[in-house]
Each structure stands twice: as C-alpha cells, then as structure tokens.
C-alpha cells in the first residue's frame, strides 16, 4: 500500500506561481510511475503530467506545456508540480496519483492510488 498527500494548493492570481507537494508513504520496496490530474466542479478528472519511476520520462498536457514542471525527489519520496504563469482555467483540485512500475499512460484508471486532492484557485 501507498499513502499520498498533497500539499500546497491555495488562492493566486493569474499570472503567478505555485508548487504543489505529493508525498509518498508505506510501499517503498517498488518503483513508482507517478503523475497528477486535476478536476474542476463539473468536468472530468482530467491529466496533467507523469514522471517515471526514476524521473528519466516526463509527459505534460498540451494545456500546461511549457508552464508546468513535474519532478520528484525519490529520497523525499515527494514529488512536485511547480505551476507557473496560471490562468484563471487551471482552477481545479488537483490530485497525485502512483502505480507500481516505471512508467504509466494518461488515464486515471491506470493508477492505483491516489492523494486526497488539494485546491488551486487562480482568479482574473
């Protein structure tokens, strides 16, 4: 079994930055692929970017290219979202998700656990 808690939503302005926190307990044995999704009121769960096990392989969402940087500190066992430039459209509770192996695709149900979610806000 894994926990993971997210950490470091909050309320900002367009424009500004925010990083977001996941960390990781209890199953350490094996890799995980990890990754976040987000979920505005109304809409699908939908995906944000992955990392492999090793950080090695990163994939984002067209919408979040080049603006958000996922990574991961695997002696933390945390890994992050660093958020910058953000729109109004970015608003959502955003969600860490982790599955056993290297790598993993985009769909939620690829993954096996998951964060509580924490809230972005990003007013105009």
């Known amino acids: 079994q894994v926990q993971l808690v997210e950490s470091g939503g909050g309320l900002v302005q367009a424009g500004d930055s925010l990083r977001l926190s996941c960390a990781a307990s209890g199953d350490r044995d094996i890799g995980h692929a990890m990754a976040w999704f987000r979920q505005a009121p109304g809409d699908v769960r939908e995906f944000v970017a992955k990392i492999s096990w090793n950080g090695g392989a990163t994939y984002y969402a067209d919408s979040v290219k080049g603006r958000f940087t996922i990574s991961r500190d695997n002696a933390k066992n945390t890994m992050y979202l660093q958020m910058d430039r953000l729109k109004p459209e970015d608003t959502a509770v955003y969600s860490c998700?982790?599955?056993?192996?290297?790598?993993?695709?985009?769909?939620?149900?690829?993954?096996?656990?998951w964060g509580q979610g924490t809230q972005v806000t990003v007013s105009s």
């Open positions: 998700a982790a599955v056993r192996g290297y790598d993993a695709g985009l769909s939620p149900y690829e993954y096996t656990y």
